[in-house]
């Protein structure tokens, strides 16, 4: 039993260390993302463990251990799933510098006056003969 009370905690602090490098990946806040992560996963994985713990009595040990691990199971992939659709934000980040346009050319863009670029424009037509 003593085991099965450390497995949220542990689920907590690993998603609290992949919120915060995610975060410093995107510049962000690290610290908080890293707090947000940690107590999310800690919520969830509660409510997994108390709602297998609530539907299913084990007989024996052996059904307490097998239901622990799908317990465990369970929770790493809800936070899984979760973490990743609230961290997108942070993620499009690291989509932007993988994008092939990028890797292509090592040439810094043009400057561009104003922050507006203009199209070339084509020659004026030649003047009509009268």
């Not at 690993?14 to 690290?30: P, Q, Y």
């Not at 609530?54 to 251990?65: D, K, L, M, T, V």
């Not at 997108?88 to 006056?113: D, F």
């Amino acid at each position: 039993m003593g085991s099965m009370m450390a497995v949220p905690w542990l689920l907590a602090a690993a998603t609290a260390l992949w919120f915060g490098i995610t975060a410093k990946r995107a510049e962000r806040n690290s610290v908080l993302w890293s707090l947000g992560g940690g107590l999310f996963a800690l919520v969830i994985s509660t409510i997994v463990f108390g709602l297998g713990h609530a539907a299913g009595i084990p007989f024996s040990e052996q059904q307490r251990a097998r239901l622990h691990v799908e317990w465990t199971t369970e929770a790493v992939v809800l936070i899984g799933i979760l973490g990743w659709l609230f961290t997108l934000g942070l993620h499009r980040h690291e989509w932007k510098s993988w994008s092939p346009s990028r890797t292509g050319s090592s040439a810094p863009p043009p400057a561009s006056s104003g922050g507006m670029t203009e199209s070339p424009k084509a020659p004026p037509p030649p003047p009509k003969p009268s």
